[in-house]
């Protein structure tokens, strides 16, 4: 046993020469007790109720030429890296980040790392922010996947969560002052971040966002669920850790993105200093998602209650947020705030996510409930807006792999209680189907890809035409730029389109979105010209009603054009 010595602030110092990497060990407070494992552990090689483990933090990087991509450039796809991969590990991605790229694909955001209790998790259980996941392959197999990535030009983005601590082999309130009963979160005791000894708390937290960015070379952080993070004070916590992140990036001479997920549809958290906002780089916006969904499903349960069809859509493409600051049925409240100045890249928008899948009662994708052409259409909607869009992995190529709810706990109160929170999770939607047991390994393997079906069928096709909408979002200037505030969106309501007019110099382009379940013909605003056809959703060779190749038509201010169910068109004017 070695004593340690009193600093100030509540913290504890010695130093050891002699030790070496791989050693454990553990702290006993106060000289009595039982022995814990460090808050700030690098590695847990026994789980969460283990010994930590001391970590050599030297890796042979490769990408000394890297720095990054703007964010406008970002097309993010989404993966859990226990599901992603039979192995369901950091090596087992390495070999698929070529397929991403040919699709399409800019920079991968990975669910969270932080050590879980067990080898199955989510990632929202971590009760050891530093420590990389030991299931997965550790720090260097994650660093591996990050030069990796970079390597092939391709950004990291890592799903970090400072909104809570998991509730198994959570030790870290017996050695400061990290939790406050002033404010609950639905996941247990708040964070402290605004009471007191709180200064050493936001500290904890900010010098484990730039653990990410300094020694893994993450280019961004999704930060999770800050609207449950409580801290009234006179400088958020969110926007000191923005700061923080930002000033590294410019240490390092790197583009380092802060994108946070909040349900508050609030425009400062991404607003400038200087106008009194939180200086994040872009939000999650979920009304787009939500908007999308009833559209194509007519589901109105729950939190759909408040979206009505594709006049929504609509809205989500111009402004950004559709609450901003309506009564919402769903809260019994008013809600959100104008989002009308914000700029493209300060959204990231969705058809799916793990949120929006894996908390469905059965984790159904909206690939087993949306017909192929519907799937196509949610596709053009998200990858031809101007905003920052995001796959969740597996969309690509509609696979049909539920993501469900999965936990490997040890405790039985735990596992008890998660099970019972899942159910009354789901008292206000009219979901059928059994709740899946979310301690069962069978949950969990359910919910791993079928990644050999991208060359079968439907499956095929899908994911050709992804990649060809992604090619058109990356090669055609109107949509390679990303300003919401240089492009024309009309709702025709009776014709159940959306018809959205971009521009970027020269380059002018139309997206039609026609929300309709039989074809017809209508008359659209496209203005005098000659235009090419670029894509139509449904043609043949998207296993589709229409008529394949390129096309040109002649506009005198109308163009009658005949649109097919569920379908989108692009057309580009021609000179």
């Not at 959570?170 to 404010?183: I, V």
């Not at 909408?469 to 025709?492: D, F």
């Amino acid at each position: 046993m070695v004593p340690m010595q009193s600093a100030e602030r509540g913290y504890f110092h010695t130093r050891l020469s002699d030790l070496p990497a791989g050693a454990l060990y553990r702290y006993r407070l106060n000289g009595h007790g039982d022995e814990r494992p460090d808050p700030a552990s690098r590695s847990q090689p026994q789980g969460v109720h283990g010994p930590s483990q001391v970590v050599d933090s030297r890796f042979d990087w490769t990408d000394a030429a890297w720095r990054g991509l703007p964010l406008e450039k970002y097309v993010l796809y989404e993966l859990h890296v226990g599901t992603f991969t039979p192995e369901g590990t950091f090596d087992a991605v390495i070999p698929r980040i070529a397929d991403l790229k040919a699709l399409g694909i800019t920079a991968l955001e990975i669910m969270p790392v932080a050590q879980f209790p067990g080898s199955r998790n989510w990632g929202y259980d971590g009760v050891y922010p530093f420590a990389v996941q030991n299931s997965y392959g550790g720090p260097q197999a994650l660093k591996r996947l990050v030069d990796a990535c970079h390597a092939q030009g391709m950004a990291v983005v890592l799903d970090v969560v400072y909104n809570h601590l998991g509730p198994e082999g959570n030790y870290a309130g017996e050695f400061g002052f990290y939790f406050t009963e002033m404010y609950k979160t639905p996941w247990g005791a708040a964070l402290n971040f605004e009471q007191e000894h709180s200064d050493e708390v936001r500290r904890y937290f900010i010098e484990n966002a730039l653990q990410w960015i300094t020694q893994f070379h993450m280019d961004g952080l999704r930060l999770d669920a800050i609207h449950a993070i409580v801290d009234p004070s006179a400088r958020p916590f969110v926007q000191e850790l923005a700061e923080a992140c930002h000033a590294r990036a410019r240490e390092l001479h790197r583009d380092v993105q802060i994108i946070a997920e909040s349900n508050r549809n609030d425009h400062r958290i991404v607003e400038p200093l200087d106008r009194g906002g939180w200086s994040v780089d872009s939000q999650w916006n979920d009304d787009f998602h939500h908007a999308l969904r009833v559209s194509l499903t007519g589901e109105r349960v729950g939190y759909y209650m408040d979206f009505h069809g594709f006049a929504d859509v609509a809205t989500a493409i111009r402004d950004g947020f559709v609450y901003s600051g309506q009564h919402s049925n769903f809260r019994k409240r008013r809600y959100g705030n104008s989002s009308l100045e914000l700029e493209g890249p300060e959204f990231v928008v969705f058809s799916q996510n793990h949120d929006q899948v894996g908390n469905r009662k059965v984790g159904d994708r909206l690939t087993t409930v949306a017909s192929f052409e519907q799937l196509k259409l949610a596709a053009a909607a998200t990858l031809l807006s101007p905003y920052v869009p995001l796959l969740f992995m597996g969309e690509e190529y509609g696979d049909p792999a539920p993501f469900q709810y999965f936990v490997s706990h040890s405790d039985p109160g735990t596992i008890d209680a998660v099970r019972k929170g899942r159910g009354e999770e789901f008292a206000s939607f009219e979901w059928s189907g059994d709740l899946p047991d979310p301690q069962s390994d069978e949950t969990f393997l359910r919910s791993k890809l079928h990644w050999e079906l991208r060359t079968q069928g439907k499956h095929r096709v899908l994911l050709d035409f992804y990649r060809e909408l992604l090619r058109l979002r990356r090669e055609v200037p109107a949509l390679a730029r990303l300003n919401k505030h240089a492009q024309k969106v009309a709702l025709l309501r009776e014709e159940n389109v959306i018809f959205i007019e971009r521009r970027e110099g020269k380059s002018q382009v139309i997206v039609l979105l026609y929300f309709g379940e039989g074809s017809r013909k209508v008359d659209l605003p496209v203005p005098a010209g000659r235009w090419e056809l670029l894509l139509d959703s449904a043609a043949r060779k998207w296993n589709g009603l229409g008529v394949d190749g390129p096309r040109t038509v002649e506009s005198s201010g109308k163009l009658q054009l005949t649109l097919n169910p569920w379908s989108a068109l692009v057309l580009s004017i021609l000179p």
